[in-house]
């Protein structure tokens, strides 16, 4: 998992790893994309997923919609686009496509961060499975959703340290 750091950072990481036994996970952002654009396609072209939100989005394809979005974003070198929507969905909207709906909540006290734990929920995930393919993302996608509506239910922290894996499958 490349977190949103500059991308010569990011290239960085990735020349440590065997990138052929790796899935490799990019999390970006605007900054990145108005600032270190060069560099930034060069790690792009070299994961396996990314992991943005639809703004981001949007604006490192000047398209207007989604599956558009998601569509140029792949052809950089991605195998799997995930664009969040804040405080929504998270889609991967490719074909085929999926939508991981949001856990419902009716107590959300700081939302910040949960992009990132949707992020490492999703990793972790995937670091447990033998293979990367759409239906092992489709759950994985599913497990960050779930980590991450425990994020929100306190500051920092708190609420996804105590929370046990039977309470993230079922929730």
């Known amino acids: 998992m490349l977190g949103n750091l500059h991308p010569d950072t990011q290239e960085s990481v990735i020349s440590q790893i065997n990138p052929q036994n790796t899935t490799i996970i990019l999390d970006t952002m605007n900054f990145w994309i108005e600032r270190a654009w060069d560099e930034l396609m060069h790690v792009v072209s070299k994961t396996n997923i990314i992991t943005i939100n639809d703004e981001e989005a949007f604006q490192m394809t000047g398209k207007t919609n989604i599956l558009s979005a998601a569509k140029q974003i792949s052809e950089m070198g991605p195998s799997y686009v995930i664009i969040k929507k804040e405080s929504m969905d998270r889609a991967l909207p490719q074909r085929?496509?999926?939508?991981?709906?949001?856990?419902i909540l009716d107590n959300v006290v700081d939302p910040t961060g949960a992009g990132d734990t949707f992020a490492g929920g999703m990793a972790g995930f995937l670091a447990s499975q033998a293979t990367l393919n759409f239906e092992v993302l489709k759950t994985a996608m599913v497990y960050g959703s779930s980590v991450a509506s425990f994020c929100v239910t306190d500051f920092g922290t708190k609420a996804i340290v105590n929370t046990s894996i039977l309470q993230i499958k079922t929730s």
Do not use: D, Q
């Open 96 to 103: 085929p496509n999926f939508l991981a709906p949001a856990v």
